[in-house]
């Protein structure tokens, strides 16, 4: 069909946009120095894309890789967000203010390894939250959603919560990332 054919190096990014038929319409990779990779895209409403995911290319730890592309698939901006301890983005979503909201984790400064982050960012990439949670294990945030008040669920897993074993954690904030508390409330299935 005359489509360029999927190709990026194993180290690269990429977003491309595919027809009900499966013909590509574009092609755009991410490339850096060393690992580049998206986990998650959305659409905005300008009809371009928003990617998340993390990258080894700029900092000596990984970052959250965050990129915007429009609707023809030409880059607008990426960003590179992190501390001094590994940051990696999943899950992206555009929130009620069409702003990009991350399920993600960081593991710089926390009490344990990694905690779960709520990340947010502008429309343009500008920074704006990092809400961390967790406790002394490792929480990692995979997925979220944006519910209609403008808070998140942030679901992912979580080491030092439940019967001693990698479990599924829950938190569930307001539009600024605040619980309502800092209980963690266990709930075991004894269904197998």
Same mark, same amino acid.
């Given at each position: 069909?005359?489509?360029?054919?999927?190709?990026?190096?194993?180290?690269?990014?990429?977003?491309?946009?595919?027809?009900?038929?499966? @013909?590509? =319409?574009?092609?755009?990779?991410?490339?850096?120095?060393?690992?580049?990779?998206?986990?998650?895209?959305?659409?905005?409403?300008?009809?371009?894309?928003?990617?998340?995911? *993390?990258?080894?290319?700029?900092?000596?730890?990984?970052?959250?890789?965050?990129?915007?592309?429009?609707?023809? *698939?030409?880059?607008?901006?990426?960003?590179? %967000?992190?501390?001094?301890?590994?940051?990696?983005?999943?899950?992206?979503?555009?929130?009620?203010?069409?702003?990009?909201?991350?399920?993600?984790?960081?593991?710089?400064?926390?009490?344990?390894?990694?905690?779960?982050?709520?990340?947010?960012?502008?429309?343009?990439?500008?920074?704006?939250?990092?809400?961390?949670?967790?406790?002394?294990?490792?929480?990692?945030?995979?997925?979220?959603?944006?519910?209609?008040?403008?808070?998140?669920?942030?679901?992912?897993?979580?080491?030092?919560?439940?019967?001693?074993?990698?479990?599924?954690?829950?938190?569930? =904030?307001?539009?600024?990332?605040?619980?309502?508390?800092? @209980?963690?409330?266990?709930? %075991?299935?004894?269904?197998?």
């Amino acid at each position: 069909t005359g489509a360029k054919e999927l190709t990026a190096d194993d180290d690269d990014a990429f977003v491309t946009r595919l027809e009900p038929n499966g @013909t590509q =319409t574009w092609f755009k990779t991410f490339v850096g120095d060393s690992l580049d990779y998206f986990q998650s895209a959305a659409e905005t409403s300008d009809g371009g894309v928003a990617c998340s995911g *993390g990258t080894a290319s700029y900092s000596n730890v990984k970052q959250i890789l965050l990129v915007k592309v429009d609707a023809n *698939g030409d880059s607008l901006w990426q960003e590179e %967000f992190g501390s001094m301890g590994d940051s990696e983005g999943s899950e992206i979503m555009v929130n009620l203010n069409g702003d990009f909201a991350i399920a993600s984790y960081n593991s710089y400064a926390n009490a344990g390894g990694k905690d779960m982050v709520l990340f947010i960012a502008s429309s343009n990439g500008t920074f704006l939250l990092g809400k961390n949670y967790g406790g002394l294990g490792d929480e990692v945030g995979a997925s979220l959603v944006v519910l209609a008040d403008g808070g998140y669920v942030v679901a992912g897993t979580a080491d030092d919560y439940g019967p001693g074993i990698r479990s599924i954690y829950v938190v569930r =904030t307001d539009q600024y990332g605040e619980t309502s508390d800092d @209980t963690v409330y266990e709930v %075991f299935d004894d269904t197998g």
